[in-house]
């Protein structure tokens, strides 16, 4: 091969590349906000399946030093419950299992929802998602009797945890005290 074809060679992979490397910049620009959007009403939904009698939500912003896996507090407006958004990073951890805990003003958990699994292993890890995994947390004010999902151990032991450290945070909240209106 001659000097020149490799040459010619290398400059049309780099521009195939560039104009790849556009093109993807492009979509991401015009898609980030509508994905952002679906994300939040996700999250406002699942918000509301884990503390449905709920007079809107306040985010805690002043909380210091929250754990990796708790993403955002939020209190019910009339002081009745706490709703934490958690991130576990369960088989993939650079993909975490999206996790919504409710707890009412006693401080028992009133329900967990998964907002997403997406880096679970299908039919193992995304088990977390099933009804006969999250029923055990309703009720609870401790993590005690909550076990693992055999063959799941991973993404449930994950799960567990971030439920442990929403109930850490838990801790250090006044849930009662209802909010300025």
Known sequence: MKKNDTLKSIIVLVSICLVIAAAMAGVNMLTKDRIAAVQAEKEANA??????ENAGFEKLSDIADLPETVKA????KDGEGIAMLLAA?????????????GFDKDGNITKCHVISCTGETSGIGTKVKGESF??????????????????ATISSSAFLSAVEDAFKVLGTINISTEVDK
């Open 47 to 52: 918000l509301e399946a884990v503390l449905p």
């Open 73 to 76: 507090v939020y209190r019910d």
């Open 134 to 151: 999250l029923s055990q947390f309703s009720g609870k004010g401790d993590m005690g009797g909550v076990d693992t999902i055999s063959g």
């Open 89 to 101: 990073k369960g088989y993939d951890s650079s993909n975490p299992i999206s996790i919504a805990v």
